[in-house]
């Protein structure tokens, strides 16, 4: 938060905790349109609140991040205008931002229902802009939880830009939705074929080049480790094997999560380790056989699949959500950290 006196809206956002945010964003999906409903989902795991707030007030801030083996970029101020650009609704963050700055200036009621919040300005911000409400409401929902994490102060600092809108999520919304689901085909006998099925990753729907294949029933992480081709290792350092990051391949880390925009359904199911293992790190406490938070070393394709890589990643479930016990993953047998540090020294001549 910023150090100056918080304005009344502020005040208001402060008292929710993470689960009244999952409850409003849950009472709020009939009103989202289902282009976003899985995005505005995983953005509210990628950016925790518990977890933001213990890092926050932590006295030894490096011991706490230490604590949790947080690796890479978990700071929302420093993505304000970006952490969002897996969303439909990133395109109307423009005018988003600046009704929640002009909401911030005469806000006054605090017995408003977070849910109702995220309508009210919804509703003038599909007015502006002449689009239908529930393809703003999820990124209104995101700019409130935004400003809250950030502080108005970093919140109007930020330029209010957004990315360009290219590739598939140029198309209509509907057109996007239709995207995702569809497989790629297996050519003229390939409903013959019951091996060799190839399909295809989609990571990064602003770029149509952003896609690696992966075999049926191959896991993700695998798929990934093979397309070693953009500019993701410089942008990213825990990149080294892929585009997505991985350090244990066996559930044991927490370095590979990622979301799932578009085709859950055709991941395989959780099992007891996977979904025992997404506890331990923090990152989904679900029941659902196929979530939309998956560990891309244990989630196995049989059709195209979207999905968006966190920034970061860390071990935090026990700390800030205190429902599981100590870690007691086994240690994976082969650790891929063990081997990159043994091929770097190897390669450095030590
Ligand atoms: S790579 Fe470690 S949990 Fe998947």
């Keep these: 938060m910023g150090t100056n006196t918080m304005t009344n809206l502020e005040t208001y956002l402060s008292n929710f905790s993470e689960s009244d945010w999952n409850a409003a964003i849950a009472s709020l999906l009939p009103c989202i349109h289902e282009v ?5 989902q995983i953005w509210f795991r ?46 109307y963050w423009p005018a988003v ?4 700055e002009a909401e911030a ?17 919804g509703m003038l911000v599909a007015e502006k802009l002449k689009v239908e409400r529930p393809l703003v409401n999820a990124i209104v929902a995101v700019g409130l939880a935004t400003l809250n994490q950030v502080g108005l102060e970093a919140f109007q600092a930020a330029l209010g830009t957004v ?28 409903f013959l074929k ?6 295809t990753v989609t990571y990064d729907n602003l770029r149509n080049t952003s896609k690696f294949p992966i075999m049926n029933d191959q896991e993700i992480a695998t798929a990934s480790a093979k397309h070693m081709t953009g500019k993701f ?6 990149c080294w094997e892929g585009v997505v990051p991985v350090e244990c391949l066996s559930a044991s880390c927490g370095t590979c999560w990622v979301g799932v925009l578009g085709g859950q359904e055709k991941l395989t199911e959780v099992t007891p380790r ?32 979207s999905i968006v890589i966190p920034p970061w990643n860390a071990v935090f479930g026990k700390k800030i959500y205190g429902n599981v016990d100590e870690l007691t993953l086994e240690p994976a047998t082969t650790s891929a950290k063990v081997l990159r540090e043994t091929i770097a020294s190897a390669a450095s001549g030590e």
């Design 194 to 199: 019951t091996v060799n099925q190839r399909y």
């Design 274 to 305: 996977e979904r025992r293992a997404m506890k331990v790190f923090g990152y989904v406490d679900s029941d659902e056989p196929k979530p939309f938070i998956r560990l891309a070393c244990q989630a196995k394709a049989s059709g195209n699949i």
């Design 97 to 100: 931002k600046a009704a929640i």
């Design 163 to 190: 990315k360009t809108i290219v590739g598939i999520m140029a198309k209509s919304p509907d057109a996007v939705i239709a995207e995702r689901a569809k497989d790629d085909s297996q050519g003229l006998f390939g």
């Design 36 to 40: 976003d409903k899985n995005a505005v």
């Design 233 to 238: 290792k410089e942008e990213d350092d825990r």
């Design 105 to 121: 200036a005469v806000f006054t009621d605090q017995t408003h229902d977070l849910a109702e919040e995220v309508k009210q300005i």
């Design 46 to 91: 990628f950016y925790p609140l518990s977890l933001m707030r213990t890092i926050e007030s932590a006295e030894d801030r490096d011991a706490t991040l230490h604590g949790f083996a947080m690796q890479g970029d978990f700071e929302l101020k420093n993505n304000i205008d970006t952490s969002h650009h897996f969303l439909y609704g990133h395109r």
